[in-house]
T-cell receptor, first 115, second 112 residues
Framework: SAVISQKPSRDICQRGTSLTIQCQVDSQVTMMFWYRQQPGQSLTLIATANQGSEATYESGFVIDKFPISRPNLTFSTLTVSNMSPEDSSIYLC????????????FGDGTRLSIL | DQQVKQNSPSLSVQEGRISILNCDYTNSMFDYFLWYKKYPAEGPTFLISISSIKDKNEDGRFTVFLNKSAKHLSLHIVPSQPGDSAVYFCAASGLVLGQFYFGTGTSLTVIP
């Protein structure tokens, strides 16, 4: 299975600033995803990162707040923009082939705290 | 609207006994179901899966059962070991390519 590395693993940020999270996969994958896990909650899909085109966002998430890049088949970034304390969460990157019955594999996540 | 539900936030089991974790879903279009295990400060790790054409899948100490008519799946761990202590998430897919829906997790504690 793919090995997924996320950076940074954690950060503490000031209100109003932005942070970019990087996700690197050790092999080419068809699909990459970004999730958010708020305290005590489930994993919620933010968007599907599409290689070479704009990301596909889920209801409640918008590109201005969470811009995503995916320049190639092994790398993606998620930016959390104009942060507020409500953005304090764990952000997780996952990757999968997206076809057939295949699991997604996850990075260790980025624990983000906004002051 | 939560399409995948885990109604038990926590479960404690004695070492060597069976752990049974439950999951319910609402959408009959789901065709692939998974269990993930998550330790603190780590990402979820894929554990076992089952497609909708089966009702049981076994991998070592882990067995997943699927009851499509009841829209229910369960994970059995036998025998339970202290290293199994973690949060377990069930997930379902099949509506949109690659899109998984996760439950809220059950925290399992295996008591030595």
């Amino acid at each position: 299975s793919a090995v997924i590395s996320q950076k940074p693993s954690r950060d503490i940020c000031q209100r109003g600033t932005s942070l970019t999270i990087q996700c690197q996969v050790d092999s080419q994958v068809t699909m990459m995803f970004w999730y958010r896990q708020q305290p005590g909650q489930s994993l919620t899909l933010i968007a599907t990162a599409n290689q070479g085109s704009e990301a596909t966002y889920e209801s409640g998430f918008v590109i201005d707040k969470f811009p995503i890049s995916r320049p190639n088949l092994t790398f993606s970034t998620l930016t959390v923009s104009n942060m507020s304390p409500e953005d304090s969460s764990i952000y997780l990157c996952s990757a999968g082939e997206g076809q057939g019955l295949q699991p997604q594999h996850f990075g260790d996540g980025t624990r983000l705290s906004i002051l | 609207d939560q399409q995948v539900k885990q109604n038990s936030p926590s479960l404690s089991v004695q070492e060597g006994r069976i752990s049974i974790l439950n999951c319910d879903y609402t959408n009959s279009m789901f065709d692939y179901f998974l269990w993930y295990k998550k330790y603190p400060a780590e990402g979820p790790t894929f554990l076992i899966s089952i497609s909708s054409i089966k009702d049981k899948n076994e991998d070592g100490r882990f067995t997943v059962f699927l009851n499509k008519s009841a829209k229910h799946l369960s994970l059995h761990i036998v025998p339970s070991q202290p290293g199994d202590s973690a949060v377990y998430f069930c997930a379902a897919s099949g509506l949109v390519l690659g899109q998984f829906y996760f439950g809220t997790g059950t925290s399992l504690t295996v008591i030595p």
